[in-house]
């Protein structure tokens, strides 16, 4: 099975279990990857035959900043679902961190893999 990817997409959304996080947004940062068959897309030169990565960037720009969540296993697990939606797509990994959530530390996050 084929990969595409998506790698530190920096999202501003609604992310956290304090009050503060509730009200304002914050840096997510979301890396993907996705499996499906590029077979067709790469022998006809077609764009339609695979997973446009700017696409999927764009779903899932627009899917976080219109969500709230107060965990990221709550986002993840949804995001990863409305990914899977994707009928091309047959399995997702993919990884939420939040940078600025712990001060001592780089960034914090979780990562999962979900199949059809």
């Not at 499996?35 to 999927?56: G, N, P, R």
Request: aromatic share 4%; hydrophobic share 40%; proline share 3%.
């Amino acid at each position: 099975m084929d990969k595409i990817f998506i790698k530190n997409l920096q999202v501003q959304g609604i992310l956290g279990i304090h009050p503060h996080e509730q009200r304002i947004p914050q840096r997510i940062i979301i890396t993907t990857t996705v499996t499906t068959d590029i077979s067709q897309a790469a022998k006809k030169d077609d764009i339609s035959k695979t997973v446009c990565y700017s696409t999927l960037s764009k779903d899932i720009i627009r899917f976080v900043k219109s969500s709230h969540f107060r965990t990221i296993e709550a986002l993840i697990e949804t995001l990863a679902n409305k990914i899977l939606e994707v009928e091309q797509i047959d399995s997702v990994w993919l990884r939420i961190e939040k940078p600025d959530a712990v001060p001592d530390a780089e960034t914090v996050g979780v990562e999962i893999t979900r199949k059809k």
